[in-house]
């Protein structure tokens, strides 16, 4: 395997590492709102959080894929060149 791939490779996998963490923290976030959502300390405490967890997973989710796109080549020259006639 080349080093590209290989870079390629440890990238992928370390984005569904980070992925994955984030999601178990909205995940424990989500519960503990549904858990207390009677409760009025919901409000000051665990929503502000949910809705932090929440923007803050779209806006790594979103680099995440763009990184791992880039780095593919999927968006332009890291592609096969294809010769004109």
């Not at 870079?7 to 995940?27: M, W």
Request: proline share 1%; net charge positive; aromatic share 8%.
């Amino acid at each position: 395997r080349s080093e590209l791939a290989s870079f390629r490779n440890a990238l992928a996998r370390c984005a569904l590492g980070y992925s994955l963490l984030r999601a178990i923290g909205v995940a424990v976030s989500t519960a503990f709102v549904a858990a207390a959502r009677r409760h009025l300390m919901v409000w000051a405490v665990f929503a502000p959080k949910f809705a932090f967890e929440a923007c803050g997973i779209c806006v790594s989710e979103t680099l995440l894929l763009l990184a791992v796109v880039m780095s593919s080549g999927i968006m332009g020259g890291g592609g096969r060149k294809v010769a004109a006639d």
